[in-house]
């Protein structure tokens, strides 16, 4: 993976069109409330992803509240918070690594129904 990417469904973009292209919608409404982000293989640098939400079909992706580090020695971390939701936003992980991911990275979100 690319440094400073939106992460898909097995796929990541840069800028605009890689906020519109890598993203999954939100089934019901309800509350975010756990990120869990993980490389796969630990780190030199801190690496950081950050939650996005678009309320308005893709138009605009603004950063939520949900942001994790992992930081030197580690692979894997999580972060909880409440970021309210509501059926059929948009979601998306943004990246921000200092370098390519030669194992790439994968996200979770939980939610409260």
Do not use: K, W
Not at 29 to 35: A, P, Y
């Amino acid at each position: 993976m690319s440094p400073n990417n939106f992460l898909g469904l097995g796929t990541a973009g840069q800028g605009a069109q890689g906020a519109e292209s890598n993203n999954v919608v939100i089934p019901r409404s309800g509350t975010i409330t756990t990120l869990v982000f993980t490389v796969r293989t630990e780190v030199a640098r801190p690496i950081t992803a950050t939650v996005f939400i678009s309320t308005d079909n893709g138009a605009n992706f603004n950063p939520t509240s949900l942001t994790v580090t992992i930081n030197e020695g580690q692979s894997c971390r999580s972060v909880t918070g409440s970021v309210p939701v509501a059926e059929c936003d948009l979601i998306n992980v943004f990246v921000t690594a200092p370098n390519a991911l030669q194992a790439g990275a994968a996200a979770t979100l939980l939610m409260q129904i």
